[in-house]
């Protein structure tokens, strides 16, 4: 657990400001995750009953309102806020319904899908939901509609499945929307997938084990879980979402079941009611597993009434809660503050080996030893680059069986596992990023084993693809980068020698870096971190044997000159990594006849030699690393 205050320990001082980013980010909320389950049918009719749990905590349901009118075969998606219920029968609907997940009461009228239909399937981020395949009888359709959560109105027309599929399941991470199973005729194992972000058609994912329909469908940030369905009986398998595939078997419900209703916070999958495969009867069992272990499903409790063909959603699917089951983080008090955050990203534990997917996080005003964040969605060795705003962390590059152009990010304020954000323009390793508030710049490094001078950008809140931004003075392996809000400097570095150049670019505005100076000597494997005014690169490999360094280097970020002399780290190394708040830097793991866990401290304003700060949850190097305070970020 990191050296976060939860929400039964928030004492001590806080501004204004600190208590509007708590309520207003999301990051003080109740304990715990609710999961809705939505209308249904139970003897002889179809129903308008809502239910809700909170997911963290085995129990029955309990009563949260009603819907517009009864219905069965209707879909859900939702956000942190807003569930929506959308499509059903009988005769097929056009009718999209919403609530307020945390208030109880009755759903409130949204619009209209483009195709009235039952039996479709809902994906969602925070931001938009999207309705997915579907059948308006006798036809099943592909039709692919979405909404913003936040804005009621009618649906809007996305694209087409791969073919028209009545009876889907359905998951989603942030990024990534999966339909898996259904009828397109008869039973399908097809698995397909959209980018939620970017409208446009379905695309083949892979197969399922087994053709089936009117599974129930859930989801982590990472991984989705298909559950049950008819000719299914007891199974769930899953997928990876971010990786095209076939599903993999995970393990078995408590009982079989079909057209009943799934959903998850990021951590716990839950489904109830649905028909018995054996007896058509209908159940008021809910069911749990956790995504992200195999195994059976074990009992969470009973529905308030029984009934199939139902819909679920949660205001935690899929990653949007960031892996928390229980209290939310806050964020940090006067005394820590905001923007005091350091985090030490993938890296390795062995040269060419042991590639990490921890991300480690140090309070950079605390002394003490880093512990866990989350993971990245795959771990990444050979060094990469990360950028940091005062929210949003986003890793790009590395290794993982290959060099890799992925980008992860992950919310700093919260623990919780990385999810897909897009790709650099190019798999590259040895590549290192800084930047502002709001963009984020990679220097790509190395890519297909030569030396670049390609410089790429992303807007941190964004998810997607990079940008191009420009070009180095001189291409080169690991420059070391920091930056002020407004300047980014790279300094150091290998192409096609040892390097001593520094050159710079004003964040803001594409362009090729300019000349800024030079390091006090010709190094590679360096890193850097900074204040709002003064920059700092420290270790590396010296040429011309690549011995460690212990050098710690300075420059004054307005102006351009030569570097100078700071002092000296605890222990030379290379490859070790730096974070800093607006006073403070940080150092942590590198290598030197074996990898270390050492963490180091300086005060950036302030010249002479750093100081033992702690030690890292492994010994590891080659990875990436990033602050929430660097640089006048808070």
């Not at 308006?136 to 028209?164: C, E, H, Q, R």
């Amino acid at each position: 657990m990191a050296n976060y205050p939860q929400l039964d320990d928030c004492s001590g001082v806080w501004t204004l400001k600190e208590v509007n980013d708590a309520v207003m980010g999301g990051y003080w909320r109740e304990a715990g995750s609710r999961g809705v389950f939505s209308g249904g049918r139970d003897s002889p009719n179809d129903i308008n009953i809502i239910d809700f749990v909170t997911i963290a905590t085995a129990g029955n349901a309990s009563d949260f309102g009603d819907h517009t009118s009864g219905k069965r075969y209707l879909s859900g998606c939702s956000s942190f806020i807003r569930g929506i219920f959308a499509g059903g029968y009988p005769a097929a609907l056009d009718v999209i319904d919403y609530i307020t997940i945390a208030s109880t009461g009755n759903a409130a009228d949204f619009g209209d899908l483009t195709v009235a239909r039952g039996g479709l399937g809902g994906i969602s981020n925070s931001t938009r939901g999207i309705f997915g395949g579907g059948r308006n009888p006798p036809n099943n359709k592909n039709d692919i509609d979405y909404i913003t959560m936040s804005s009621v109105g009618n649906a809007v027309d996305f694209g087409d499945l791969t073919a028209a599929t009545g009876g889907v399941s359905a998951m989603s991470s942030p990024t990534r929307g999966i339909i898996a199973g259904g009828d397109s005729g008869s039973e399908t194992n097809v698995i397909q997938f959209i980018e939620i972000a970017s409208i446009g058609n379905a695309v083949d994912f892979g197969d399922l084990t087994d053709a089936r329909r009117s599974a129930a469908g859930a989801s982590s940030s990472t991984r989705g879980a298909i559950i049950g369905g008819y000719n299914c009986v007891t199974t769930i398998e899953f997928i990876t979402i971010a990786s095209q595939g076939n599903a993999i078997d995970y393990g078995d419900m408590v009982a079989g079941t079909y057209a009943h209703g799934g959903t998850s916070n990021s951590v716990k999958a839950i489904y109830g009611g649905g028909y018995s495969p054996n007896s058509s009867t209908r159940t008021n069992v809910i069911g749990q597993f956790t995504i992200a272990n195999g195994g059976l499903a074990t009992d969470f409790g009973d529905l308030t009434d029984a009934r199939a063909q139902l819909a679920a959603v949660s205001n935690a699917h899929g990653g949007l809660n960031d892996g928390y089951q229980g209290t939310r983080i806050a964020p940090i008090p006067l005394g820590g503050g905001n923007g005091d955050l350091g985090f030490f990203v993938a890296g390795e534990t062995g040269s060419n080996s042991g590639y990490q997917s921890r991300i480690d996080v140090v309070q950079i005003s605390t002394l003490g030893n880093a512990s866990s964040h989350g993971d990245l969605v795959a771990a990444k060795g050979r060094g990469s680059g990360a950028v940091c705003s005062d929210v949003r962390a986003v890793q790009g590059g590395g290794k993982i069986s290959s060099n890799t152009a992925t980008m992860d990010a992950f919310d700093v304020r919260s623990q919780g596992n990385a999810f897909d954000f897009g790709d650099l323009s190019s798999a590259a390793i040895l590549c290192r990023g800084a930047g502002s508030t709001t963009r984020g710049i990679f220097a790509l490094g190395d890519v297909g084993d030569s030396a670049v001078d390609t410089v790429e950008y992303i807007t941190i809140a964004t998810i997607g693809n990079t940008t191009d931004f420009g070009n180095l003075t001189v291409g080169r392996k690991n420059p070391a980068a920091c930056s002020s809000t407004t300047r980014m400097i790279n300094g150091g570095g290998f192409g096609p020698s040892y390097s001593n150049v520094m050159d710079y670019v004003t964040i803001s505005s594409a362009g090729n870096s300019t000349d800024f100076g030079d390091l006090s000597n010709a190094r590679n494997q360096l890193d850097a971190l900074s204040s709002s005014t003064r920059g700092v690169w420290f270790g590396g490999a010296l040429a011309p044997d690549g011995s460690a360094a212990n050098t710690i280097d300075y420059v004054t970020i307005s102006s351009t000159g030569d570097a100078a002399d700071f002092g000296d780290i605890t222990v030379a190394r290379q490859q070790a990594l730096g974070g800093s708040n607006s006073t403070r830097g940080v150092m942590m793991g590198g290598e030197n006849g074996g990898i270390k866990n050492t963490i180091d401290y300086i005060t950036i304003a302030s010249t002479g030699n750093a100081a033992d700060f702690g030690d890292l949850t492994d010994a590891k190097t080659f990875g990436a690393s990033c602050s929430n305070g660097h640089g006048g970020l808070s």
